[in-house]
């Protein structure tokens, strides 16, 4: 069995970020539990959890890290306390974009990872971080502006995003909270080339994109996607995807065809509601104006993906986060989503 | 307020450009043929008549080496402008402007320091007759003199080896760095040792050579013959260039080296990025005029004309590719035969491709290894594995079914199949569901299900807590008495089940919701084949211990045959029931004997 596990490790290797690559580790994690040590069934486990994430599958992720957090519980000291707070935040992030968590149990979570960084002497930096998205989801603005605040003034420690993804998302705070200009102003150290990491710029160039219609660059919005969409492959960029998408359905509709055909089965796939509800937003967008011609072209899933069909699948997605957050904002965000894409269409339009 | 200066330590500064810029010792003659060559262009620019050349000599004695060029030379000004200050460039005043000369930085001299203490550089000006010596030392000291000797325009720098550095002052060693480097400028560089003289640089630049030319070329320096030479071209990056398309496939890891050249002189041997990444089954070697280099000069920086520059050289081997498809088939089906891999990974990312490629790719399927060509034409409906094991589990019995399976469960092969409609409009692609596979097999007609019923209940009940259901049909091969599937997303119900027993109430509570909010229990299923002898007898068995016997060691069979990884509960279910057997078998042998 160790050779097959061997084998299935070399695998990995080989594979592409996806559904493939779990499968195989999934296979890995029974035989480490069957045959190997209990050590040996964490560590593959915590490979599992990056996997999981760049697979765009959150929620195998947390059902592996349910099993990890207990060890880690029962055996605090034969596992480092580091690794595993630093992919819990990774589950804070993901929580409250699955609407099939109540509100309560997000918060119980989010407590006991607050409780977790105090114990091991972290500061609760990301812990504000991640407050913020869960309160803007709700469409909380005034108690996230408070926890940005308190974000930015709490120290900075080994538990923090570095600080290229710190500013990506004090952009990305900034566009979220309705002030484009000054996102975009807190993202010039990244779009100037000052910073950078694995995931930046790349992930600052999806999130401008459409700021930088909004405020009608057109010029820089188009230099931005030209440079990052080369950059983003992978089942993990979903949410990016569908930035893009809403991008060139305003911009270029037969990019937009193109990406909309490499990408619709992950969405397709995805059990994330959050970037979902997203994804399909622009994709309705898509359709809309890909119809406004007669087309011999078949596109991507056309049998499923139908305007009737994303009317639906909008309608149950916010049903469902309105149901968790107890209000109607997800449905704000749904007629607002819609005002906007018409207006930049038209205002785009008229700049040609 | 005092506005003050930073204090810089010359010596850490030089030692650090010196020492660590650079990856290799031997680009100080890269950095010094350079220099010439700029110098005699700079010459030429002036209006001078004469033959430019670069000569170098190796002092084998002294462990000493000149390079004298008939250049431009430079006055007293130019050398405490440009030899004494850091970070001037003699060459020009905007850094981004495209021209005639290689170097930028003015911080070539420095990369001498690395294999010498001491830099000591004679020169005359094409503009102002005084010869002038220079001394240089990296402290950062430096004096200058005028000669009273008269010299020929131009310039000549003497180095002499520090230790350690030797060898890079003996006659093979410069003779093959001024090679790598200079083999394809157009000013002639000859080399000289006591008596001996030879010149390095008459080779026509393989960019420049006809397409056999470049066969022959390429054969002779790798020892390998391409398969064909592909043209580059790109306008904006000023580049010609030819790709070698390589006779041998290449892993997708496996890092590219592509020869570039920048003004003729070589900036890298092993730069992975110039081509795009899917264009691995090619070596390209290339020279270009526009791409600006790093201050370290062993790569491009990667601005927006770099990216542009790509994507042409891109379009040139997708040209190339697309125009072969007719002029010549047979080269073109051997190209798909030996890079497949990377030309899978091309068409994934480009319709364009994707619609050329495709019909030529070959895919595993259930009859076999097929070409994509032959599959459309036999077919259109085609069901397409995810995983491998998913493929091997149905495969045989697919083909008894006159199923056509594909295999997507290798990188890439699940996209290109699903894809399949965009250029075969006639097609149906599903993703085959390995769990309801089964339940398109021949039902059994009354009778026979009637005798099979108490088996198959009996079956469901022991199996249950491996969530797996059974269910009788008739299919082909007959010797095939049972088929297990499973999917996916049955491994992970397993790691689902073994946190839940694992984790505290918190997430004891989170892995329901998933379980039961975001997935259905996946069962998986275990088909018996009616048409199996065996399956037959076993169903006809009155005994129950029999029965449960034979229903664990067909399961078990069927897990150990496809390669699940089985558990501690499974083993033993398989032990016992081949015990069983074993006894039963041994107790009737008894018996006759008695």
Same mark, same amino acid.
Request: hydrophobic content about 40%; some cysteine.
């Given at each position: 069995?160790?050779?097959?596990?061997?084998?299935?490790?070399?695998?990995?290797?080989?594979?592409?970020?996806?559904?493939?690559?779990?499968?195989?580790?999934?296979?890995?994690?029974? +035989?480490?539990?069957?045959?190997?040590?209990?050590?040996?069934?964490?560590?593959?486990?915590?490979?599992?959890?990056?996997?999981?994430?760049?697979?765009?599958?959150?929620?195998?992720?947390?059902?592996?890290?349910?099993?990890?957090?207990?060890?880690?519980?029962?055996?605090?000291?034969?596992?480092?306390?580091?690794?595993? +707070?630093?992919?819990?935040?990774?589950?804070?992030?993901?929580?409250?974009?699955?609407?099939?968590?109540?509100?309560?149990?997000?918060?119980?979570?989010?407590?006991?990872?607050?409780?977790?960084?105090?114990?091991?002497?972290?500061?609760?930096?990301?812990?504000?971080?991640?407050?913020?998205?869960?309160?803007?989801?709700?469409?909380?603005?005034?108690?996230?502006?408070?926890?940005?605040?308190?974000? #930015?003034?709490?120290?900075?420690?080994?538990?923090?995003?570095?600080?290229?993804?710190?500013?990506?998302?004090?952009?990305?705070?900034?566009?979220?909270?309705?002030?484009?200009?000054?996102?975009?102003?807190?993202?010039?150290?990244?779009?100037?080339?000052?910073?950078?990491?694995?995931?930046?710029?790349?992930?600052?160039?999806?999130?401008?994109?459409?700021?930088?219609?909004?405020?009608?660059?057109?010029?820089?919005?188009?230099?931005?996607?030209?440079?990052?969409?080369?950059?983003?492959?992978?089942?993990?960029?979903?949410?990016?995807?569908?930035?893009?998408?809403?991008?060139?359905?305003?911009?270029?509709?037969?990019?937009?065809?193109?990406?909309?055909?490499?990408?619709?089965?992950?969405?397709?796939?995805?059990?994330?509601?959050?970037?979902?509800?997203?994804?399909?937003?622009?994709?309705?967008?898509?359709?809309?104006?890909?119809?406004?011609?007669?087309? #011999?072209?078949?596109?991507?899933?056309?049998?499923?993906?139908?305007?009737?069909?994303?009317?639906?699948?909008?309608?149950?997605?916010?049903?469902?986060?309105?149901?968790?957050?107890?209000?109607?904002?997800?449905?704000?965000?749904?007629?607002?989503?819609?005002?906007?894409?018409?207006?930049?269409?038209?205002?785009?339009?008229?700049?040609? | 307020?005092?506005?003050?200066?930073?204090? $810089?330590?010359?010596?850490?500064?030089?030692?650090?450009?010196?020492?660590?810029?650079?990856? %290799?010792?031997?680009?100080?003659?890269?950095?010094?043929?350079?220099?010439?060559?700029?110098?005699?262009?700079?010459?030429?620019? /002036?209006?001078?008549?004469? !033959?430019?050349?670069?000569?170098?000599?190796?002092?084998?004695?002294?462990?000493?080496?000149?390079?004298?060029?008939?250049?431009?030379?430079?006055? =007293?000004?130019?050398?405490?402008?440009?030899?004494?200050?850091?970070?001037?460039?003699?060459?020009?005043?905007?850094?981004?402007?495209?021209?005639?000369?290689?170097?930028?930085?003015?911080?070539?001299?420095?990369?001498?320091?690395?294999?010498?203490?001491?830099?000591?550089?004679?020169?005359?000006?094409?503009?102002?007759?005084?010869? /002038?010596?220079?001394?240089?030392?990296?402290?950062?000291?430096?004096?200058?003199?005028?000669?009273?000797?008269?010299?020929?325009?131009?310039?000549?720098?003497?180095?002499?080896?520090?230790?350690?550095?030797?060898?890079?002052?003996?006659?093979?060693?410069?003779?093959?760095?001024?090679?790598?480097?200079?083999?394809?400028?157009? *000013?002639?560089?000859?080399?000289?040792?006591?008596?001996?003289?030879?010149?390095?640089?008459?080779?026509?630049?393989?960019?420049?050579?006809?397409?056999? !030319?470049?066969?022959?070329?390429?054969?002779?320096? *790798?020892?390998?013959?391409?398969?064909?030479?592909?043209? /580059?071209?790109?306008?904006?990056?000023?580049?010609?260039?030819?790709?070698?398309?390589?006779?041998?496939?290449?892993?997708?890891?496996?890092?590219?080296?592509?020869?570039?050249?920048?003004?003729?002189?070589?900036?890298?041997?092993?730069?992975?990025?110039?081509?795009?990444?899917?264009?691995?089954?090619?070596?390209?070697?290339?020279?270009? @005029?526009?791409?600006?280099?790093?201050?370290?000069?062993?790569?491009?920086?990667?601005?927006?004309?770099?990216?542009?520059?790509?994507? !042409?050289?891109?379009?040139?081997?997708?040209?190339?590719?697309?125009?072969?498809?007719?002029?010549?088939?047979?080269?073109?089906?051997?190209?798909?035969?030996?890079?497949?891999?990377?030309?899978?990974?091309?068409?994934?990312?480009?319709?364009?491709?994707?619609?050329?490629?495709?019909?030529?790719?070959?895919?595993?399927?259930?009859?076999?290894?097929?070409?994509?060509?032959?599959?459309?034409?036999?077919?259109?409906?085609?069901?397409?594995?995810?995983?491998?094991?998913?493929?091997?589990?149905?495969?045989?019995?697919?083909?008894?079914?006159?199923?056509?399976?594909?295999?997507?469960?290798? $990188?890439?092969?699940? %996209?290109?199949?699903?894809?399949?409609?965009?250029?075969?409009?006639?097609?149906t692609v599903s993703v085959l569901d390995s769990l309801t596979f089964a339940e398109r097999f021949e039902q059994l007609d009354a =009778?026979?299900?009637?005798?099979?019923?108490?088996?198959?209940?009996?079956? %469901?009940?022991?199996?249950?807590?491996?969530?797996?259901?059974?269910?009788?049909?008739?299919?082909?091969?007959?010797?095939?008495? $049972?088929?297990?599937?499973?999917?996916?997303?049955?491994?992970?119900?397993?790691?689902?089940?073994?946190?839940?027993?694992?984790?505290?109430?918190?997430?004891?509570?989170?892995?329901?919701?998933?379980?039961?909010?975001?997935?259905?229990?996946?069962?998986?299923?275990?088909?018996?084949?009616?048409?199996?002898?065996?399956?037959?007898?076993?169903?006809?068995?009155?005994?129950?211990?029999?029965?449960?016997?034979?229903?664990?060691?067909?399961?078990?069979?069927?897990?150990?045959?496809?390669?699940?990884?089985?558990?501690?509960?499974?083993?033993?279910?398989?032990?016992?029931?081949?015990?069983?057997?074993?006894?039963?078998?041994?107790?009737?042998?008894? @018996?006759?004997?008695?």
């Open positions: 069995m160790k050779n097959r596990y061997d084998e299935l490790r070399r695998a990995t290797w080989s594979l592409p970020d996806g559904k493939q690559k779990l499968a195989v580790m999934e296979e890995m994690i029974l +035989i480490a539990d069957r045959y190997m040590t209990e050590e040996d069934a964490y560590d593959i486990r915590m490979d599992y959890l990056s996997a999981a994430i760049e697979a765009g599958c959150p929620e195998k992720m947390l059902v592996v890290f349910s099993w990890c957090v207990s060890k880690f519980e029962k055996n605090p000291g034969t596992y480092a306390h580091h690794m595993l +707070i630093w992919c819990y935040k990774w589950v804070l992030n993901e929580l409250w974009q699955m609407p099939e968590f109540s509100l309560t149990q997000i918060e119980r979570i989010y407590a006991d990872f607050k409780e977790k960084c105090l114990q091991f002497g972290y500061s609760l930096r990301p812990y504000y971080q991640q407050k913020i998205n869960l309160l803007l989801s709700q469409g909380l603005q005034a108690e996230a502006a408070a926890y940005y605040k308190k974000w #930015r003034a709490a120290p900075r420690d080994s538990l923090a995003d570095c600080k290229a993804c710190e500013q990506n998302l004090f952009g990305k705070y900034h566009f979220q909270v309705g002030y484009p200009k000054k996102g975009l102003q807190a993202l010039k150290p990244i779009l100037d080339g000052r910073m950078r990491c694995r995931s930046i710029p790349q992930n600052t160039y999806a999130q401008i994109i459409l700021p930088l219609l909004k405020v009608k660059d057109y010029e820089q919005a188009i230099a931005a996607a030209k440079k990052s969409i080369h950059l983003l492959d992978g089942p993990m960029y979903l949410e990016e995807f569908g930035l893009f998408l809403a991008f060139y359905t305003v911009t270029d509709l037969a990019k937009a065809e193109k990406l909309y055909n490499r990408t619709v089965h992950l969405a397709l796939e995805s059990k994330n509601g959050w970037i979902r509800l997203h994804y399909w937003m622009a994709v309705r967008q898509f359709l809309r104006e890909w119809h406004r011609k007669r087309r #011999r072209k078949k596109l991507a899933a056309a049998d499923v993906v139908t305007l009737d069909w994303l009317d639906g699948e909008i309608a149950s997605l916010t049903a469902a986060f309105n149901r968790r957050n107890g209000n109607d904002y997800v449905s704000h965000i749904v007629a607002e989503n819609d005002k906007t894409a018409g207006k930049l269409l038209r205002e785009y339009a008229a700049a040609q | 307020m005092k506005n003050m200066n930073f204090q $810089v330590n010359l010596q850490g500064v030089i030692d650090l450009l010196s020492n660590h810029l650079y990856s %290799d010792p031997g680009v100080f003659v890269r950095e010094l043929l350079q220099n010439c060559v700029d110098a005699i262009t700079a010459r030429t620019r /002036l209006g001078h008549a004469f !033959e430019g050349s670069v000569k170098v000599e190796v002092f084998p004695a002294s462990s000493t080496l000149s390079f004298s060029d008939n250049g431009c030379g430079l006055t =007293e000004a130019e050398i405490e402008q440009f030899l004494a200050r850091i970070g001037s460039s003699t060459k020009r005043e905007d850094q981004d402007a495209a021209d005639d000369f290689i170097g930028q930085f003015g911080v070539g001299l420095l990369a001498c320091f690395v294999v010498s203490a001491e830099i000591v550089l004679i020169t005359r000006s094409a503009l102002d007759g005084d010869p /002038l010596e220079w001394r240089g030392k990296p402290d950062g000291t430096y004096t200058i003199k005028k000669l009273k000797r008269q010299v020929p325009v131009g310039t000549t720098v003497y180095l002499q080896a520090k230790p350690d550095y030797e060898e890079f002052f003996e006659y093979y060693r410069v003779c093959e760095l001024l090679e790598k480097y200079g083999a394809y400028l157009p *000013t002639p560089i000859l080399l000289r040792e006591d008596k001996y003289e030879r010149r390095i640089n008459d080779a026509v630049q393989p960019w420049k050579l006809s397409k056999p !030319e470049a066969m022959e070329y390429i054969e002779q320096s *790798t020892f390998t013959k391409p398969l064909d030479i592909i043209p /580059l071209h790109s306008a904006i990056g000023g580049i010609t260039g030819i790709a070698h398309v390589l006779p041998y496939a290449v892993s997708l890891q496996d890092e590219k080296k592509h020869r570039v050249y920048l003004k003729n002189m070589l900036l890298s041997d092993k730069m992975s990025n110039i081509l795009p990444a899917w264009a691995f089954f090619v070596n390209g070697i290339i020279n270009t @005029e526009n791409l600006r280099p790093t201050a370290s000069r062993e790569a491009f920086q990667e601005n927006d004309l770099f990216f542009a520059v790509r994507d !042409e050289l891109g379009a040139c081997i997708k040209q190339y590719l697309i125009e072969l498809s007719e002029r010549d088939p047979e080269l073109f089906q051997r190209i798909v035969l030996i890079h497949r891999a990377s030309i899978k990974t091309m068409a994934v990312e480009d319709e364009e491709l994707y619609a050329l490629f495709i019909r030529h790719l070959t895919f595993e399927t259930s009859y076999g290894d097929m070409k994509m060509a032959q599959i459309l034409e036999e077919r259109t409906t085609l069901a397409v594995a995810a995983s491998v094991d998913e493929f091997r589990q149905v495969s045989r019995v697919a083909k008894a079914q006159e199923l056509m399976v594909v295999n997507g469960g290798y $990188v890439h092969d699940m %996209d290109l199949i699903r894809r399949l409609p965009a250029v075969a409009g006639n097609v =009778e026979d299900k009637r005798a099979a019923q108490p088996l198959l209940e009996h079956s %469901d009940r022991l199996l249950e807590r491996f969530n797996c259901r059974s269910l009788f049909r008739w299919f082909e091969p007959a010797d095939i008495p $049972v088929l297990y599937n499973t999917n996916q997303e049955a491994n992970f119900f397993r790691l689902v089940e073994e946190s839940e027993k694992e984790a505290n109430p918190l997430f004891g509570e989170v892995v329901q919701v998933v379980k039961n909010d975001m997935y259905e229990q996946p069962y998986a299923r275990l088909c018996y084949n009616y048409n199996n002898p065996m399956i037959r007898k076993a169903a006809q068995t009155r005994d129950p211990a029999l029965r449960k016997a034979s229903i664990e060691l067909f399961y078990t069979q069927a897990l150990l045959l496809g390669n699940h990884p089985m558990s501690a509960d499974e083993l033993r279910m398989m032990n016992d029931s081949l015990l069983q057997f074993m006894n039963k078998g041994l107790d009737g042998e008894v @018996e006759a004997n008695r």
